[in-house]
């Protein structure tokens, strides 16, 4: 990691303290390496005991990318009945469209789209680009558990499956990727771009909605790949072959707007190569060593020859001109801390949860 997060600090040692919470808390949530004991069945076993009776044990959420559909493939092969739903937000590429229908149709298993309606998150989406934060996928981070967990809560399953994993995702500075939850925060910037708060209803999913499913509903999100030595190489041979999925040739290539701004947008307003904590995490599983991690680094992140093709593709669809997004990307970058927030009443309250629950930190908030 280094400075492109700006709550960054070193010890004397020159380690962040990103890494030293991933060492600290997160790290002791997922298996470590290959040599562990098999932890998944123990956690298949748990969802089939208390899911009898239900239709399904759990709902996926699947985006046609290589974490959720080899945490569907797991799923499925220790014999989870698995509801698959895919968040549909008028960005999916053509490739990924294949994945969905290739993995759910040779899992055998129920698959159900939710589609956002385009207009209303177009125009949210576009507040988040023009109010300059690095979080502009915020609003997709929020449709994907509304959709998952209202059809959790219709079909009274008690288990959301997620992809989310250690191996990718155990290192995230705050900076980059602010709590989505935070409804205040979105609020604020709605605002700031002029744009009506009513906008954000078919996303919203903020801590009252969180409660409503975990608490009164009692669904539990389980992370698969954290149960078992995650070698992403690895299940994408293994999707390849025995569900016919396809690779992308970019990180994020089910949706073209994810890659856009990961690996470009972020980038050059921001100074944020994502794959710093991508390989940061995977540092600490021997997947990649620090010398591989910097000469990768050393490369940029994004097709300079297709970079221009991706803007003029995000313009037409967000109904912009292609001279907006520049000047956008002009702008003087800003943070979640430049806006209005609830950081402090959430982590009181996300502290306190974990504290009565015996849990441990499994995110950067």
């Not at 985006?63 to 008028?90: C, E, I, P, T």
């Not at 960005?91 to 159900?112: C, E, F, H, M, Q």
């Not at 288990?159 to 989310?164: A, H, K, L, N, Q």
């Not at 300079?304 to 093709?309: D, G, H, N, T, W």
Request: hydrophobic letters at 35%; glycine letters at 6%; aromatic letters at 14%.
């Amino acid at each position: 990691m280094d400075t492109s997060d700006p709550c960054i600090s070193f010890d004397d040692q020159g380690i962040c303290n990103l890494c030293t919470e991933f060492l600290d808390d997160r790290i002791q949530l997922c298996q470590k390496d290959k040599a562990s004991p098999d932890l998944l069945q123990e956690v298949i076993d748990h969802i089939k005991l208390k899911a009898k009776g239900a239709k399904y044990d759990c709902v996926m959420g699947i985006s046609g990318g290589v974490d959720s559909s080899y945490a569907l493939y797991l799923a499925v092969k220790h014999g989870l009945r698995v509801l698959a739903v895919h968040m549909d937000n008028g960005w999916d590429s053509p490739v990924a469209v294949k994945n969905i229908r290739n993995v759910t149709k040779k899992l055998g298993i129920d698959y159900v789209t939710y589609v956002l309606p385009w207009n209303e998150f177009r125009q949210v989406q576009l507040a988040f680009l023009e109010a300059s934060v690095p979080e502009a996928e915020t609003p997709t981070d929020l449709a994907i558990p509304r959709a998952i967990y209202s059809y959790a809560a219709k079909e009274g399953v008690p288990f959301v499956i997620s992809g989310g994993n250690m191996t990718d995702e155990g290192i995230l500075p705050i900076s980059w990727h602010y709590n989505a939850r935070d409804t205040k925060y979105s609020y604020s910037i709605l605002k700031h771009s002029g744009y009506k708060t009513s906008l954000y209803k078919s996303v919203k999913y903020g801590l009252l909605d969180e409660f409503y499913y975990l608490i009164l509903k009692r669904i539990k999100t389980l992370y698969l790949l954290n149960y078992v030595f995650y070698d992403k190489k690895e299940a994408c041979s293994i999707l390849e072959k025995e569900l016919g999925w396809e690779k992308y040739p970019y990180k994020h290539g089910e949706s073209r707007f994810t890659r856009f701004i990961q690996s470009y947008y972020m980038f050059v307003k921001h100074g944020i190569d994502y794959r710093r904590a991508t390989y940061s995490s995977q540092i600490f599983f021997g997947l990649i060593d620090r010398a591989s991690a910097l000469e990768s680094l050393s490369s940029l992140p994004y097709d300079p020859e297709e970079i221009e093709l991706d803007k003029e593709y995000v313009a037409k669809k967000l109904k912009i001109e292609k001279e907006y997004i520049e000047e956008i990307i002009q702008r003087p970058p800003k943070w979640y801390f430049d806006y209005d927030n609830n950081l402090s009443l959430l982590r009181f309250v996300y502290n306190t949860y974990r504290f009565l629950h015996g849990k441990k930190k499994g995110s950067n908030f």
